[in-house]
């Protein structure tokens, strides 16, 4: 781990701005995925802003009866609070269901969503990899790429977004709520705040430099049914290799979204208008335009298959 500079910052609007001025500056607090990525000199900030004392780990309802969950919140509060188990509890499964019970005490609500791949290409600092270093090419693509994107990948990057919450965050339509370094707020829907990799994976979100994550805001409960239905190569400790979100209405209709398949959580507005069709309808929309390579073909029936099983345990409840 190469040296850095350390400050503590006492407001949202101070850390926004030092992060802007301060070249190679970067935003701690879990640590949970920033520690690792500096271990391994794959994240290299010189100056590290400590987020830890802003006072943004409540989770408060909001007047239009939805809760806004500070960016500090941790993800096992999350998960365990007795209003996200109640009405939204396609989120606190999710929850549940990523990494352990000792990063989850640790992990926060904004470093959940933006937490980095876990491609193997991306670890080795001895590949080459555009989201490391932009230009250098892809590894996965001809490489090993069991784990990697079936959709919306590009000829630059194949990798996929690894956070289960950030999921159930695009079926709820979330909203993520920042400040930028000159004070002022901003509003992202979670729909627009991760991105496709195109020509730049490297640029892995809406966030301009320096701005800072302060809360994500949930609309008001949907009611119905909620799943989160992960598959992975082992029972815990293990990224997905196809997700499924789902909520289900008692009249058929509903909202799904995929993790494990994309460079962002996968939601296609088409696939909810079909869920009255069945499960088959909703993966011919959200599988359209799907480009797996030979070792990642599988994922295709693997989510026709999970999606099918939701329906079918949602028909039985």
């Not at 949930?218 to 979100?245: C, I, M, Q, W």
């Not at 088959?280 to 390579?293: D, N």
């Not at 989510?303 to 949602?314: I, N, W, Y």
Request: proline fraction near 7%; charge should be positive.
């Amino acid at each position: 781990m190469r040296a850095f500079s350390y400050h503590r910052a006492q407001s949202p609007a101070e850390a926004a701005a030092i992060a802007a001025r301060t070249p190679g500056a970067k935003f701690i607090a879990g640590g949970t995925n920033l520690l690792d990525l500096m271990k391994l000199e794959i994240e290299t900030p010189q100056h590290l802003i400590d987020v830890n004392g802003l006072a943004l780990d409540k989770i408060e309802a909001t007047p239009g009866g939805g809760l806004r969950i500070g960016a500090l919140v941790r993800n096992t509060d999350l998960a365990s609070d007795q209003r996200v188990r109640r009405d939204y509890g396609v989120l606190s499964r999710a929850l549940l269901a990523g990494a352990s019970a000792q990063l989850r005490n640790r992990a926060t609500t904004a470093g959940n969503l933006l937490q980095r791949t876990r491609c193997p290409y991306f670890y080795d600092t001895n590949q080459p990899c555009n989201k490391r270093q932009p230009g250098s090419g892809c590894a996965a693509i001809g490489g090993y790429s069991r784990n990697h994107a079936i959709l919306g990948a590009s000829e630059a990057c194949i990798a996929t977004h690894p956070s289960d919450m950030a999921v159930a965050m695009q079926l709820l339509e979330a909203t993520v709520e920042t400040v930028k370094p000159d004070g002022a707020t901003r509003v992202i829907p979670i729909a627009d705040f991760h991105r496709l990799p195109g020509t730049t994976p490297h640029v892995e979100n809406a966030l301009l430099p320096g701005e800072l994550i302060t809360s994500v805001t949930l609309p008001k409960p949907l009611g119905g049914t909620h799943v989160y239905r992960k598959v992975r190569d082992r029972a815990s400790y293990a990224f997905a290799l196809v997700s499924v979100a789902a909520v289900i209405l008692p009249d058929g209709n509903g909202r799904v979204a995929l993790g494990g398949v994309a460079h962002k959580p996968w939601r296609v507005p088409d696939a909810d208008a079909s869920m009255p069709r069945g499960p088959q309808a909703v993966a011919e929309r959200l599988l359209s335009g799907a480009r797996p390579s030979a070792e990642s073909a599988f994922k295709l029936p693997l989510v026709q298959r999970t999606l099918a099983s939701v329906f079918a345990d949602t028909r039985k409840g």
